[in-house]
């Protein structure tokens, strides 16, 4: 069984446009994230969810917001997309983001094209 | 910037050999964690080591940390071709209560058969 998976896996789209990823895990994790690798691999957080509440917001771009319904589901909305929106974007989670021990489980990713 | 550097930015080597790959990093952490990344794929974590340790190994895999310098090792022994991968080392800074993790900039390992 699949912990953490991300939908979809390819994404390619026209500047302007709107679109969603979505991120489930069935790990029973508290906590949820949101990277961001560039083509040069660079990883990046973008945001945190534990249990529901937003704990880790970077200096992103108001354009990207993200919704967690629910302790397992944490999904990405971005809007107005840009060609350097075009990344891999990785959802991931952990058991309690408060244990700094905590590793973190990632998913495949999933690879926009912004044309 | 918080963010780790891994060095090499990329290795080759032949099956049956030794990789090592080192990490730098700038603040007081609480630990630091190694990351594999297979060609497109997710990161999988490898190995944890906390900021009172000096090594830890994990079946072919050693991590050394040293915080006065800031820096550690991995070391892949006997590298098979499977072991080709990007590795990252991340950090989680001391009195982190967010888990966050701040990535390095990876090495790409190749083994040749």
């Known amino acids: 069984d699949t912990a953490v998976s991300q939908t979809p896996k390819y994404l390619v789209t026209q500047m302007g446009n709107d679109k969603s990823i979505k991120c489930e895990q069935n790990l029973g994790h508290d906590t949820m994230y949101w990277y961001k690798q560039d083509s040069k691999k660079f990883l990046k957080i973008m945001f945190s969810y534990n249990n529901k509440e937003l704990i880790i917001n970077e200096t992103v771009p108001n354009r990207f917001s993200p919704k967690s319904p629910d302790k397992a589901h944490l999904n990405l909305h971005i809007n107005s997309l840009e060609l350097g929106d075009s990344a891999v974007y990785f959802c991931?989670?952990?058991?309690?983001?408060?244990?700094?021990?905590?590793?973190?489980?990632f998913g495949p990713g999933t690879r926009l094209l912004v044309l | 910037s918080q963010q780790g550097e891994e060095d090499p930015q990329a290795l080759s080597i032949q099956e049956g050999e030794n990789a090592t790959m080192n990490c730098s990093y700038k603040t007081s952490i609480n630990n630091l964690q190694w990351y594999r990344q297979n060609s497109g794929r997710g990161l999988v974590h490898l190995i944890l080591i906390r900021s009172n340790e000096r090594e830890k190994h994990s079946g072919r895999l050693r991590v050394t940390l040293d915080t006065s310098k800031k820096s550690s090792s991995l070391l892949i022994t006997a590298s098979r071709a499977a072991d080709t991968a990007s590795y990252f080392c991340?950090?989680?800074?001391?009195?982190?209560?967010?888990?966050?993790?701040?990535f390095g900039r990876g090495t790409q390992l190749t083994v040749w058969p």
């Open positions: 991931a989670s952990s058991q309690d983001a408060g244990r700094a021990r905590e590793t973190q489980y």
């Open positions: 991340a950090t989680v800074d001391r009195g982190s209560t967010l888990g966050r993790l701040y």
